[in-house]
């Protein structure tokens, strides 16, 4: 599957951003998907995933009761909507996939990976 993400920009601290995640392909509906996001100077970090069979979510400590993700399998798009957001959400954020594949937080785990999207978060 291909994937496009998008929606990064530009927000001051406490406020939300809603970021999605296009796939192509009519076999979405068997992919577990995930956001990723990768800091100046540090690792790809896993910020949260979706499995493709009963659309559970599981999500980094850092990110937990701040950030929701979700699918809709009609448009194949997911969504990240950030709240409450910290400096140290800046990032580039990329969406995955992995067909079949539970939710992992490794990032070997998934095959299909979008382009990223920024976001920055002014203190």
């Known amino acids: 599957v291909q994937l496009q993400a998008s929606g990064g920009g530009l927000v001051q601290a406490g406020g939300s951003l809603t970021l999605s995640c296009a796939a192509s392909?009519?076999?979405?509906?068997?992919?577990?998907m995930a956001w990723f996001r990768q800091a100046p100077g540090k690792e790809r970090e896993f910020v949260t995933a979706?499995?493709?069979?009963?659309?559970?979510?599981y999500y980094a400590d850092s990110v937990k009761g701040r950030f929701t993700m979700s699918r809709d399998g009609t448009k194949r798009m997911v969504y990240l909507q950030m709240n409450s957001l910290k400096p140290e959400d800046t990032a580039v954020y990329y969406c995955?996939?992995?067909?079949?594949?539970?939710?992992?937080?490794?990032?070997?785990?998934?095959?299909?990976w979008g382009q990223g999207t920024q976001v920055t978060v002014s203190s």
């Open positions: 392909g009519r076999t979405f509906s068997t992919y577990t």
């Open positions: 979706i499995s493709w069979n009963d659309d559970s979510t």
């Open positions: 995955a996939g992995t067909r079949y594949g539970l939710a992992d937080r490794s990032r070997m785990r998934y095959d299909d």
